[in-house]
Nanobody, 115 residues
Framework: VQLVESGGGLVQPGGSLRLSCAAS????????MSWYRQAPGKERELVAS????????NFADSVKGRFTISRDNAKNTVSLQMNSLQSEDTAVYYC?????????WGQGTQVTVSS
């Protein structure tokens, strides 16, 4: 099983980034996919999640209206579009796959918002 994140980097406040997660080794289309983040000295928190068919989507209050999540079950990918980035969004972002009794994590990608 592999979850490989990409797209992180350094961006100025107000800018945008698009994170992608490529999944392999499991039946991607039946898993709930999520993005979590962990800032230095803080606990890991859920940013956004999308159901297996992409019908149900949830966001943390702190990112509502700025972030969108999408998935492509044909390509086994999930993406997080982040707009209007703020310094508080600086964190390592992790891709997460979940179904009953199973979950997997990616290795994380760093997002730094700074001028």
């Amino acid at each position: 099983v592999q979850l490989v994140e990409s797209g992180g980097g350094l961006v100025q406040p107000g800018g945008s980034l698009r994170l992608s997660c490529a999944a392999s080794g499991f039946t991607f289309s039946i898993y709930v996919m999520s993005w979590y983040r962990q800032a230095p000295g803080k606990e890991r928190e859920l940013v956004a999640s999308i159901s297996s068919a992409g019908i149900s989507i949830n966001f943390a209050d702190s990112v509502k209206g700025r972030f969108t999540i999408s998935r492509d079950n044909a390509k086994n990918t999930v993406s997080l579009q982040m707009n209007s980035l703020q310094s508080e969004d600086t964190a390592v972002y992790y891709c997460h796959a979940r179904r009953v009794g199973e979950f997997y994590w990616g290795q994380g990608t760093q997002v730094t918002v700074s001028s």
